[in-house]
């Protein structure tokens, strides 16, 4: 059986943690390998809405391994608190079922503090105050906490004072509240006792089943064009959002990849700030927000909706060769027509089927727009795409076309039966 990866082929909030919960049922361990609680992946299950931000979406499953990669930065609290809501749910998520990278790094109050008192101002990304950024910014300077000095508190003391030492200068230039070291150790040092039974290596976990012949879902968070390297910079995230942060994050060597499965939705959302060169701002956006309940899962923050953009998801798919492509909430657009594509851009006179070089001409472009005719029909019961309206099939036939990649599962509604599966790269054999 294939391992897969699933990562978000726009700009986030593609729907990835309903694709993974459908794909999980073939799979035997799933793991998430970069960010944070900055994700927030919405799964609706027995008609009961769930949103998990740091647990695998692989979680509702029983009998399944779902695993917190190194390449992770983990807020100990929430993921305590997760832990606890999705037990209350039912949901068995005992050291049997989870497992948490010794490697990790930890997010800390000051890493939130730092990322609230410092995203302001006219060049905000608007970011989601989870601490993702300074937590990697650390990691990156060799400062970071990870996740096994939780439980060894005279060591973690010295580390903290050491971080501290750097951080509390900055926070205090942002009029923003300080740390003490001592209360901070304490207090992570019982956080640290809770989660002592999760920590792992799951570095090795993964490598001992999949010589098992075990089949692995690497569970993306974010999307293409919030990727730190390969993203619409600086309005990004700080991981690597992109299939290669799988193997990073997770420990696992490209050769141990068999499929990569890019989420993109039937149209394009954007939260926080940064250029949307197919933003719609008028009436048929707000539509698209409303029918499509685009408010940030994590945020609650109302999503920037526009059309498809085929040149952004070209890139995606080249940028994580995405080997298939989920196209999710094709029924949003029921009764919108025509439905447009960009297919390029004009700036300064030229045409452009690619990103421009710097990053700013991305705000200026303005987008080239096929036009196709919509669909009337409700298509929430639709489970054979040879059942979609033709109107519907022309549409994803040309995104696939546009795109590069075949189309092997569609999205026409919230719930796991709302699912077209064409081809299923995750099946066995
Ligand atoms: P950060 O990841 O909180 O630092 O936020 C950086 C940018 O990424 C902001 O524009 C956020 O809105 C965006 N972002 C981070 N996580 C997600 C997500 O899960 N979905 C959509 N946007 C996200």
């Known amino acids: 059986m294939p391992n897969v990866i699933v990562v978000g082929a726009q700009w986030g909030d593609e729907g990835k943690g309903k694709v993974v919960d459908v794909l999980t049922a073939d799979a035997d361990l799933v793991v998430r390998y970069a960010g944070g609680a900055n994700a927030g992946h919405t799964l609706v299950v027995a008609g009961a809405p769930l949103v998990v931000h740091l647990l695998p979406s692989g979680v509702t499953h029983a009998g399944k391994r779902c695993l917190l990669g190194p390449g992770m930065v983990i807020d100990p609290e929430a993921l305590l608190e997760e832990l606890d809501s999705c037990r209350k749910r039912g949901f068995s998520v005992g050291p049997e079922a989870i497992g948490v990278s010794h490697h990790a790094h930890v997010i800390l109050p000051y890493h939130k503090e730092l990322d609230g008192a410092s995203d302001q101002g006219p060049n905000a990304i608007g970011t989601t105050r989870r601490g993702i950024g300074p937590c990697y910014e650390d990691k990156m300077a060799r400062r970071g906490i990870q996740m096994w000095m939780l439980t060894r508190p005279e060591l973690l003391g010295r580390a903290l004072e050491g971080a501290l030492a750097v951080?509390?200068?900055?926070?205090?230039?942002?009029?923003?509240?300080?740390?003490?070291?001592?209360?901070?150790?304490?207090?992570?040092?019982?956080?640290?006792?809770?989660?002592?039974?999760?920590?792992?290596?799951?570095?090795?976990?993964?490598?001992?089943?999949?010589?098992?012949?075990?089949?692995?879902?690497?569970?993306?968070?974010?999307?293409?064009?919030?990727?730190?390297?390969?993203?619409?910079?600086?309005?990004?995230?700080?991981?690597?959002?992109?299939?290669?942060?799988?193997?990073?994050?997770?420990?696992?060597?490209?050769?141990?990849?068999?499929?990569?499965?890019?989420?993109?939705?039937?149209?394009?959302?954007?939260?926080?700030?940064?250029?949307?060169?197919?933003?719609?701002?008028?009436?048929?956006?707000?539509?698209?927000?409303?029918?499509?309940?685009?408010?940030?899962?994590?945020?609650?923050?109302?999503?920037?909706?526009?059309?498809?953009?085929?040149?952004?998801?070209?890139?995606?798919?080249?940028?994580?060769?995405?080997?298939?492509?989920?196209?999710?909430?094709?029924?949003?657009?029921?009764?919108?027509?025509?439905?447009?594509?960009?297919?390029?851009?004009?700036?300064?006179?030229?045409?452009?089927?690619?990103?421009?070089?710097?990053?700013?001409?991305?705000?200026?472009?303005?987008?080239?727009?096929?036009?196709?005719?919509?669909?009337?029909?409700?298509?929430?019961?639709?489970?054979?795409?040879?059942?979609?309206?033709?109107?519907?099939?022309?549409?994803?036939?040309?995104?696939?076309?546009l795109a590069k990649a075949p189309i092997c599962l569609v999205s026409v509604g919230p719930s796991r039966s709302e699912t077209i599966l064409v081809d299923n790269p995750a099946s066995p054999g």
């Open 167 to 401: 951080t509390n200068p900055r926070l205090r230039q942002l009029g923003a509240a300080t740390f003490d070291a001592g209360p901070l150790r304490d207090r992570l040092a019982s956080l640290g006792s809770a989660l002592e039974p999760y920590l792992c290596d799951t570095t090795s976990i993964i490598h001992e089943a999949m010589a098992k012949g075990a089949r692995v879902l690497f569970e993306g968070a974010q999307g293409a064009l919030l990727d730190i390297d390969h993203g619409t910079y600086p309005y990004v995230t700080s991981s690597s959002t992109v299939a290669g942060g799988a193997c990073t994050g997770s420990g696992v060597g490209p050769t141990q990849i068999h499929a990569v499965i890019g989420i993109a939705k039937a149209y394009t959302t954007r939260v926080g700030n940064g250029p949307f060169p197919s933003e719609l701002k008028g009436d048929l956006g707000e539509q698209l927000r409303k029918r499509g309940g685009e408010h940030g899962a994590t945020t609650g923050r109302p999503r920037r909706c526009g059309w498809l953009d085929a040149v952004a998801l070209g890139r995606a798919v080249r940028v994580s060769g995405i080997s298939s492509l989920a196209i999710t909430k094709l029924d949003v657009l029921q009764g919108i027509s025509p439905i447009k594509i960009c297919v390029g851009y004009r700036l300064d006179g030229e045409t452009a089927e690619e990103f421009p070089t710097a990053g700013v001409d991305l705000e200026r472009v303005e987008p080239i727009y096929e036009e196709w005719d919509g669909f009337e029909e409700d298509i929430r019961g639709v489970t054979r795409i040879e059942n979609l309206p033709g109107t519907a099939r022309a549409y994803l036939d040309r995104i696939s076309e």
